[in-house]
Each structure stands twice: as structure tokens, then as C-alpha cells.
């Protein structure tokens, strides 16, 4: 619990530190740093399945499309932030954090939930026969996303 | 066999791009719209005869093996199902000529069949997941579709559609986990017995806040609704018709509506919520559709304005009034549909959407003009077309369920809305032709063709009004009225 | 709902909270994608969680999966919009994106 509350708060500082530095690259390395604590989270919650697939495509994948989109469009440094951002949103967010905190409390046992018996079967079998269906949404959103890039990317003849 | 209607735009769409390199125009255009065609025929034709013997839960197998793809098919998703088909083969026709001079034909329609796809793969979903997921099928075909032209505009459009369309997604997915943690289930059926077992009035409130919020930004309800006016504009023509004639009516208001009326039950607290938003809706996009200039801008108003009246109907809760939202619904796609088309055409024949820019094109394009006319009463609500049917109806239903203020109201946004329509009439259409357009001619052969198909079917089911509300209008609205029934009361919160 | 379903909760609270803020604030381009990617995560968290507090790992697991592809399709998509906004106006600001007026 001690370990997962750390690795918890680690994720959280990470994913914090991704938004608020000016360096994209860096944000691009402390992204793909909190997809790997959580990975690791996964793991511990006894989800190894969820902890690959984080870390091998969100932490690995998503990364490395990232950077590329850095890589290609170079003017990225110009961009301006707003210097106050940079004061009020740790102060923002820490009010949140306490509020949250205090919600949370509050809700302690207040969630009705069914019980659910044990889990039987292998994950194999849940997903492929137990949530058919989603893989082929899967599929379904794999061409949407190879299509778009595409379209998005195509030879620009004279269009109006 | 019901998977037919994800899978068949499926695998057209994964084999159009290798068509394409061989054939550029021809075999695209054939392939789309005959899937189209055989979707539209298989909803009209064989799912009647299926729904026969009431709703129909198809369990499938593959090679002798059960395969555990549960699809449900009730009166409320074959009428979606229908009006997909329908305004997607109205779109794809249009296509053949419209899309032209965008080039890369059969990337566009495979991205428009992915499109198909997610849509009716939502339709037909039978648990709360399947529903986020075909709903972000749809999602992210419809962003490239949106930035096709790749303008300025339409990128700027589609990023910040993008931006907004994935913050409510999470929302949605967020709500879905709670209901999955308390009830252990995702399937429909199953996570409503066990929501009416357990006393979670607090937490369920939470969960509905987090699906209105997601819903109804697919939905283009105000408050949610700033990506619409500049996305539905930029898109081309016909993907315009297809985004808020279908996209925001089935990743919005009917997984809103399964949602609502079929997992948590309709309480009266949910029912106010519904109606004020809906009416608000109405009122607001009227207004401001009053001011807009731009042809299309005015009709994505007009789209949240009539959005608002069908999740007022819906909001009801009556049995009446959930038949004339969905009747509503129905009439909008195709009203919409044809109105984005005949934009479309007068886009690509005067080269701009401004409407102070216009003028006299009814003496060059006699049929758009006709057509847009017919397009334009209808939403209005003049009679004998279809949209007087549906929104009597609502204003009948408001009215016995004792909301008299709420039916004055939508009776003065008709007028509201009959006023900026015969605007968009006068000022493109008729009085003088401006000089400027002396030498257009009229749309080419199937952008013409698709939109007095729509027209036709406006003035067709205005007058065959009543058989096509007991033949697809009541059983959805009973499939849903029978859900309301189910469930209302048991929280009272 | 066991106690450490609270904790994953408050946890992915934070998270989808401090992407909505980044989504507010930021103005860069990519950076505001870098904000949804942290909802995102927020939202992954939220469901293993809970599939962790119900026993039920499995499922969830299978849900957080095909999360993650539609969030790669996404990523994908959103990318290549923004490589064509730079292509188009030189610049990554989203203040440059205001032509439309909403």
C-alpha cells in the first residue's frame, strides 16, 4: 500500500511536471515517465495485461509519435505561455488536491456496490470471448485512425 | 443477420483504399453507395420482418463455434438504423459529384463507412462500453472528415471538435466505471436490475451529471455546443449532412436516451433536467442562428435548436412525447441532410456561403431552389410536411403532460424558425439574380438526384405521416416507454 | 466499495483534473494534447482501479486495452492535425486558431 501510494504520487508529479514545463521534449520524457509508474501501478494491481499494454504503447508508442510531431514542427519553442500560469496553477491544483481529499473522506463507504464473486477464466478468454464485440470496435477504430492519417496527409493538389 | 450492418461498411471501407489505387472514381463510387444501399434495404426490408416477434437479441457464431457477439435489436435502433441508411445513401450519392474536386475519393468514403460503422455499431450495442466505443469509432472518423478539405478552417475547426469531443468522452467512460464499480456489469439490462436493488441516489446523480455532460456535448446541447457552428460548416457538403443529421442525433441524443431511459429510468428530477436543457437549446440556437450569415453556420444553429426540441420531446417522458422526439429526429436528418446538401451545391456552383452575397439563384437552379424550399418548411414545421407532424406532436404532448409554458414556447420558436428559414430562402433564392451568378448552372446530375430523393421522402412521409408512426415511430417509442416504466421512481432524488 | 477503490479514485481525480486544467491554461498546441493524454491516464487509472476494488481485474483489464487503441487512433488523428496547422500558419499557438468565431 505504502509502495503503491508512492508510485501513485509519483505518477500524479510526473504527469504535473508534463503539462507545466516549457521544453516540449522534456514534457514528451516526463509523459512517457508517468505512463511507466503507472504501468508498474497496473502490475501491482495484479492487472500485467493493462501494465504491458501502458507501457509498451502509451509510454513507448504514443511517445515516440510525439516526439516525431516535435521533431517536425520546430517553431514549437516560440509559443508564448502565460507567465501566471506558472503560479497559479500548483496553487489551483493544490486546492483541488484538498478538496478531493476531503470528498474522498467523505465518501468512505458511502458507494453502494454489489458484491462480485470471484473472477473465473483466463484473460484470454475474456477478452476474446467475453467482450467480442469490442475487438471488433477495435478494428473499427484502427482503420478510422489509419484512414484520418491518410486523408490528413495525402498530396495536396489545387483544392479550393 | 444483424452484425451485417457493422461489419459489411467495414470491410468495403478496409478494401476501398486498395480499389482506389486501381480505380480512382468509378469502383469508389459504386462500392459506397451499394453498401449503402444494401444497409438501407436490409433496415427497411428485412428488419421489419425480424422485429416481428418483438425485440431480437442475436447471439452469433462463427464456424459452428459460439462467438459471444450479443447484438439487440429493438423498434427504437431499426428506426435508427433506418435514418443512418437513408441520409448516409442521400450523402454518398451527393458525394459522386461533390467530392470531385477534393480528390482522394476512396479514402474519403472508406472514412465515411468507418463512419457508418461506429454508428451503427452504437445502435446496436447492448452494453454501456460497446456504446463508448463504436460512439469514438464514429468520433475519430468524423474529425478527419471534418478537416478533409485541409484549409485553414476546417483544421481549426476539427482540432478544437477534437479537443472538446475527447474531454466528454472521458467524462462518459469516467460515469461508466462508477456504474461498473457498483454494479459489477456493463450490459444494460443487467446493470439496471441492479441499480433498482441498490439505494445509490447520490452517486447515480454524479454519474448522470458526468453522461450529460458527455452526451450532450456529442449532442450540441448549449451548453455544450461551441465545436458545432464551426465544425459543421467547414466539413464538405455532404459530411455536414451526415454529422448533424446522424452524428450528433446517434452518438448524442440516443446513447443519451438508452442511457437515460433504458438503464436509469426516467425520474422527474432527470425528466426537468432534460426539458429545461432542451428547451433552452431550442430557444438560444434559434436566436443566434438569426444573425449568421453564413449559410451553413445558420443551419448548425438551426441543427441545436431542432436538437433542443427533440431532447424536449424525449424529456417528457410520455409515451407521446417520446414518439414525437423520435419522430422529430427522424424528420430532422432528413431535413437537415437535404438542407447541408443543397448548400452544398450552391457552394460549389457561386463559390461562397454568403448569404448577403447571393440572390436569384432559383432562376438558374430551379431544382435546388425547390428543393431547399421543401427542406426548409419541413424543419419549420409547415404542414403537410413531416416536420408539422413531429413537432405537433411534441407541442400535444407538452401540453397533456401540463407543461403549457414549455408548448407556448416551442409553438414561438417554429416562428423563430420559420422566419430565418425563408430568410435563407429569400436571400439566396429568390428576388433578384445577382449578376455576378448569371452563368451557373444547376448541380450536376447526383448531387441533385440525392437531395429531391430527400425532398421527396419530406413530402412523402408528410403525407403518409400517420402510417409511418405506427409502422417505425411506436415500437421505438415503446421499446423506450417500456424502460421509463420499468425504473421511474426508485430513486426520487 | 472497498476502501482502496478511494484511493485509486481520489488519485485519478487529480489526474483528470490537472489535464483539464493544462487544457485551460496552455497554449501550445501539443501541449494541450499532452493534457488529454493525462485525462487519459486519469481514466486508466479509474478503471483497473476499480476493477481492482471488485476483484474483477480481467474485465477491466480487456476495458483498459481497448482504451488504449482508440487512444493511439486518437493520438494518431490529433497529431497529424496539428502537423497540418503548423504546415498552414507557422505557428503552434492555439490563440492563431481564432478565425472562427464559435
Known amino acids: ?153 495525402r498530396k495536396r493538389d489545387k483544392h479550393d | 443477420m444483424i452484425i451485417l450492418f457493422v461489419a459489411l461498411p467495414l470491410v468495403v471501407a478496409g478494401v476501398l483504399p486498395l480499389v482506389g489505387k486501381v480505380s480512382r472514381r468509378v469502383v469508389p463510387d459504386l462500392l459506397a453507395n451499394a453498401t449503402l444501399l444494401a444497409l438501407f434495404v436490409t433496415a427497411a426490408v428485412a428488419g421489419r420482418s425480424l422485429l416481428a416477434d418483438g425485440p431480437v437479441l442475436q447471439q452469433l457464431s462463427w464456424l ?104 466528454a468522452s472521458a467524462f462518459i467512460l469516467a460515469a461508466i466505471a462508477v456504474l461498473f464499480g457498483m454494479t459489477g456489469s456493463l450490459d444494460f439490462t443487467a446493470v439496471a ?30 451548453p455544450f455546443h461551441a465545436w458545432l457552428p464551426d465544425a459543421h460548416p467547414s466539413a464538405p457538403a455532404p459530411i455536414s449532412a451526415v454529422l448533424s443529421g446522424l452524428l450528433i442525433k446517434v452518438s448524442g441524443v440516443y446513447a443519451l436516451t438508452r442511457v437515460f431511459l433504458n438503464v436509469f429510468g426516467l425520474t422527474p428530477a432527470l425528466s426537468t433536467v432534460l426539458m429545461t436543457l432542451g428547451a433552452v437549446s431550442m430557444v438560444a440556437a434559434a436566436l443566434l442562428a438569426l444573425g449568421q450569415k453564413d449559410m451553413k453556420r445558420m443551419l448548425a444553429y438551426s441543427s441545436i435548436s431542432q436538437v433542443g426540441y427533440i431532447v424536449l420531446g424525449i424529456g417528457i417522458g410520455t409515451p407521446l412525447g417520446i414518439a414525437g422526439g423520435l419522430f422529430h429526429l427522424f424528420n430532422h436528418a432528413l431535413a437537415k441532410g437535404l438542407l447541408f446538401l443543397t448548400s452544398g451545391s450552391v457552394q460549389q456552383a457561386t463559390g461562397t456561403r454568403n448569404l448577403d452575397e447571393m440572390g436569384g439563384l432559383a432562376k438558374r437552379m430551379p431544382v435546388t431552389a425547390a428543393t431547399n424550399l421543401v427542406g426548409a ?26 407543461h403549457p409554458v414549455f408548448a407556448v414556447v416551442a409553438v414561438l420558436v417554429s416562428v423563430l424558425t420559420l422566419w430565418y428559414y425563408l430568410l435563407i430562402q429569400r436571400k439566396a433564392f429568390f428576388g433578384k439574380l445577382n449578376e455576378r451568378w448569371a452563368a451557373v448552372k444547376e448541380a450536376p446530375f447526383w448531387m441533385t438526384a440525392a437531395t429531391v430523393l430527400l425532398a421527396l421522402l419530406c413530402v412523402g412521409i408528410g403525407i403518409l405521416f400517420s402510417s409511418t408512426i405506427t409502422t417505425w415511430v411506436q415500437p421505438a417509442a415503446d421499446a423506450l416507454a417500456g424502460g421509463v416504466q420499468a425504473a421511474i421512481g426508485s430513486w426520487g432524488f | 466499495m472497498t476502501n482502496t477503490w478511494y484511493l485509486y479514485l481520489f488519485f485519478a481525480a487529480a489526474l483528470v483534473f490537472a489535464g483539464l486544467l493544462g487544457l485551460l491554461a496552455k497554449r501550445n498546441l501539443i501541449k494541450l494534447f499532452i493534457a488529454i493524454e493525462v485525462v487519459s491516464k486519469g481514466i486508466s487509472l479509474l478503471l483497473v482501479g476499480t476493477g481492482f476494488a471488485k476483484d474483477n481485474v480481467l474485465v477491466a483489464q480487456a476495458l483498459v486495452i481497448t482504451f488504449i487503441v482508440v487512444e493511439v487512433s486518437l493520438v494518431a488523428t490529433a497529431l497529424a492535425l496539428i502537423i497540418n496547422i503548423y504546415r498552414t500558419t507557422k505557428s503552434l499557438d492555439v490563440r492563431k486558431l481564432a478565425q472562427l468565431k464559435g
Open chain 2, 193 to 222: 436490475q441492479a441499480l433498482r436493488g441498490l439505494d445509490a441516489g447520490a452517486v447515480v446523480g454524479i454519474a448522470s451529471a458526468f453522461f450529460l455532460l458527455g452526451f450532450g456535448l456529442k449532442a450540441a446541447l448549449i
Open chain 1, 1 to 153: 500500500m505504502i509502495v503503491q501510494t508512492v508510485l501513485l504520487i509519483g505518477l500524479v508529479l510526473f504527469s504535473v511536471l508534463a503539462i507545466l514545463l516549457r521544453d516540449l521534449l522534456k514534457s514528451a520524457i516526463s509523459l512517457a515517465a508517468a505512463s511507466l509508474l503507472l504501468g508498474i501501478i497496473f502490475f501491482r494491481m495484479n492487472a500485467p495485461y493493462a501494465g504491458v499494454f501502458e507501457i509498451s504503447v502509451v509510454a513507448g508508442l504514443i511517445t515516440v509519435l510525439f516526439i516525431l510531431t516535435i521533431a517536425l514542427t520546430k517553431a514549437g519553442d516560440e509559443v508564448r505561455e502565460s507567465r501566471l500560469v506558472n503560479w497559479v496553477f500548483p496553487l489551483v491544483f493544490v486546492a483541488f488536491i484538498v478538496i478531493d481529499a476531503l470528498v474522498m473522506k467523505s465518501l468512505l463507504g458511502k458507494v453502494p456496490a454489489l458484491a462480485s464473486g470471484p473472477e473465473s477464466g483466463a484473460f484470454g478468454d475474456v477478452l476474446w470471448k467475453g467482450r467480442t464485440f469490442d475487438l471488433v470496435g477495435q478494428i473499427a477504430v484502427i482503420l478510422a485512425g489509419v484512414f484520418s492519417v491518410l486523408a490528413l496527409f
Open chain 2, 64 to 167: 459452428g463455434e459460439a462467438v459471444n457477439i450479443r447484438l439487440a435489436l429493438d423498434g427504437f435502433s431499426l428506426f435508427m438504423l433506418l435514418a443512418v441508411s437513408l441520409v448516409g445513401l442521400a450523402a454518398t450519392l451527393f458525394s459522386i459529384d461533390y467530392m470531385e474536386h477534393y480528390g482522394a475519393k476512396a479514402n474519403y468514403y472508406a472514412l465515411f463507412l468507418v463512419m457508418v460503422a461506429g454508428m451503427n455499431g452504437l445502435v446496436l450495442a447492448t452494453d454501456l462500453f460497446s456504446v463508448y466505443l463504436f460512439l469514438e469509432v464514429a468520433a475519430v472518423a468524423s474529425y478527419a472528415l471534418v478537416a478533409f478539405g485541409l484549409g485553414h478552417d476546417e483544421l481549426e475547426a476539427a482540432f478544437k471538435y477534437l479537443m472538446l469531443s475527447v474531454v
Open chain 2, 377 to 402: 418548411l419541413s424543419i419549420a414545421g409547415v404542414p403537410p410536411l413531416n416536420g408539422f407532424w413531429s413537432k405537433l406532436i411534441i407541442i400535444v404532448a407538452l401540453i397533456q403532460a401540463g
